[in-house]
């Protein structure tokens, strides 16, 4: 008796009734009990399929002569309809339906998918990638997080907006939805759909500066060695005052974020000292460390710095700065001594020691896009070893 219970499954979508209208007088109030019994016969097709187990339940309930009965009208239904467990494939009109009806969500599902990957990416590399320093890929990787999440979210609203204007998938039968032609038009129509929407998604890199974010990481990893070597420098080489300047791409002058007179050190301000008029230009024409004991009474100290930031300068170190290809970007400029003699020989070894070792750093910031803060931070990490290994030895002596 189950599997008599069972074989009443019928199709997914399509109503059996018109079959079982063969069986039925053709009066107003049989064609109603009719109706009402198919409603039945396809809710009991709902809970075996849902419940398989609830036909051996059912099948009991009915006893053997309802069982019968339902088997022979089982039996009479399957002769006088041989073709009807045949799987047939679809028409073309429903397999053109198929094909817009899977179509269509997924054109949603890549938009969504790519645009907010996109947007959501961008301003997260400019945001935390600056702050945290993390790479273009890694917000990328977060903004895919972000659009898959809210395409779980979107996945339903898409779905039943679909079905409103008429666009959901055809009424199958259960051997044209299984057929192999179905499947493979269904996956076509999805594999359609998302790349026509992904393709649409990707509308915002119209809007995207794709430079910005690079230019803001460039820019916060320069800021970020300026602020390392005006903070940590100075303390390492006993003076007052340590700035990095930076040649400039017409090899000009010289350029910096230096402090305030308060030694605020997360304000900044942008000088500009020429070459050919400052003590840290001549080290870059001469190629050569330079140490002032009187900067006022050099015929090229630059007085208009101190003129700027309200610094007084009383002696200063300057030492080049060298790429990997022997060319000067830069110079290190420490200033006013907190030694009573002022700066000495090995303060310029020093200092020397220190611009070897930020060389390739500092040429990295200007031609890629990458963060090195924290090379900056070893840098200083050796120097400093360097300077206790230095302060050892004229002890020994």
Known sequence: MTSIIRRLIRPRTLCCSSHYNAFSTTSPTATTHGSQHAVT???????????????????????????????????????????ASVVVAPPMNKLRAVFVGSAIPFVGFGIIDNAVMLVAGDQIDMTLGVSLGISTLAAAGLGNLLSDVGG????GVIEKSSQLIGLSAPMLTRGEENHQRTKTTENLGSAFGVSIGCLIGMLPLLLIDSNKAQNLKRKASKEGIFQEVFEQVHDLMNADRATLFLLSEDKTHLFSLVGNDKGETDRFNRVNIPINNSVAGLCVLEKRSLRVDDAYKHPKFYGEVDRQTGFKTRDLL??????????IIGVIQVVNSLREGGFAHRDLTLLNAFSAHIGITIASVTASDDDHRVEMKEALR????????????????
């Not at 309930?61 to 339902?70: I, S």
């Open 41 to 83: 016969l396809n809710r009991l097709r709902d809970i075996l399929e849902t419940n398989p187990a609830a036909a051996e339940d059912i099948a009991q309930k009915l006893g053997p002569t309802v069982c019968a009965g339902v088997a022979s009208t089982v039996q009479q239904y399957t002769q006088a309809n041989p073709d």
């Open 152 to 155: 779980v979210w979107a996945g």
């Open 318 to 327: 300057c030492a080049p700065i060298v790429n990997s290809e022997n060319e």
């Open 382 to 397: 050796l120097i400093k070893n360097q300077k206790k290994y230095l302060e050892e030895v004229e002890k020994l002596l």
